[in-house]
């Protein structure tokens, strides 16, 4: 399959998979920051941008995800209604006949 | 199986160039642009305020003086995970919405659809039990067939079961939600 069309229709879920990559990067780059630091007022700047900005990171792509999912299912629905309006007026036809 | 939602995703129907224009129903929107709005105000201002207080941390010296800023990260920390829950809620809502509007009986499907096919269609008996997978509902007239649970199928009377030679030989085609 061509990739460009891919993503071009996966956007979402490739976007997803991108913050919840830069939210690991992130949390692993905190705990180094963290694990070389001796004192807590070097450690705490790197859990603020590590460790809070990672699980923000994670967030963000766990919702981006859940939402390619819900908007698989709209598009179900939208072949659904379709299918609905199709079938409907053949079934009006055999009522009225 | 990203290729079938990718199949799924283009099935749109293109009409051709030289076929009259026609006006597509509107289609209801999964989130409108408020939504969107708001998901992106919130996310936006919770990272925002996350990197302020983180650069303002990493310019003060003493733990007392970090405090405020850790706060303040994790205020915006909480502020986009509200964001994130209200989008997706109102995305479950939305959807569950429409579920019920397209479906009103679908969680009744199965069962009627299934007490049709013993009460319109053939007798079950032992040996016939196991056709019972290769038994499908169409009306006279129709030019589809259903599975049994099918939605479309939900709720109506007079339809008979058949093999899907016999339906096919009746020149029916097979549900498009259903894919018998």
Redo the contacts between chains.
């Keep these: ?1 061509d990739i460009g ?2 993503l071009r ?2 956007w979402d879920r490739v976007l997803a998979w991108m913050f919840v990559a830069a939210g690991a990067i992130a949390l692993i780059a905190g705990w180094v920051g963290v694990s070389g630091s001796a004192y ?2 070097g450690q ?2 790197y ?3 590590g460790g ?2 990672g ?2 990171l994670l ?2 792509g ?2 981006l995800w ?2 390619a999912d ?18 409907r007026p ?2 009006d ?2 009522a009225v ?1 | 199986m ?2 079938a ?2 199949h ?4 749109t129907r293109y009409s051709s160039i030289d076929a009259p224009r026609q006006v597509a ?1 509107a ?1 209801p929107l ?1 989130w409108g642009a408020e939504d969107l709005l708001r998901w992106a105000i919130t ?1 936006g201002l ?2 925002i305020v ?2 302020v ?2 650069y303002i ?2 310019g ?4 007392g003086q ?1 405090v405020g ?2 706060d303040a ?2 205020a ?2 909480l502020l ?2 509200v964001g ?1 829950l209200v ?2 809620l109102h ?2 809502r939305a ?1 569950g919405e ?2 019920r509007l ?2 009103p009986d679908v969680a009744d499907a199965t069962a009627s659809a299934a007490a049709h096919v013993v009460v319109v269609g053939t007798p079950l008996t032992a040996a016939s039990a196991a056709t019972v997978a290769d038994a499908f509902l169409a ?6 067939f259903h599975r049994p649970g099918c ?2 199928a939900a709720g109506r009377t007079g339809w008979t079961t058949a093999t899907r030679q016999e339906h096919e030989e009746a020149g029916r085609r097979p ?3 259903c894919r018998p």
């Design positions: 399959m069309k891919w229709l996966q807590a007022a705490l700047p859990i603020i941008s809070i900005g699980i923000f967030g963000v766990a919702t859940l939402s819900l908007r698989d299912e709209w598009r179900k629905l939208d072949s659904i209604e379709d299918a609905l309006r199709e079938e053949a079934a036809e055999v006949g | 990203a290729e939602v990718a799924s995703r283009l099935g129903p289609r999964l996310t919770g990272g996350i990197a207080a983180w941390a990493a003060e010296a003493t733990f970090q800023p850790l990260a994790l915006g920390l986009s995970g994130n989008w997706l995305g479950r959807l429409r579920r397209l479906l009306g006279e007239g129709m030019e589809r939605a479309l549900c498009g939600v």
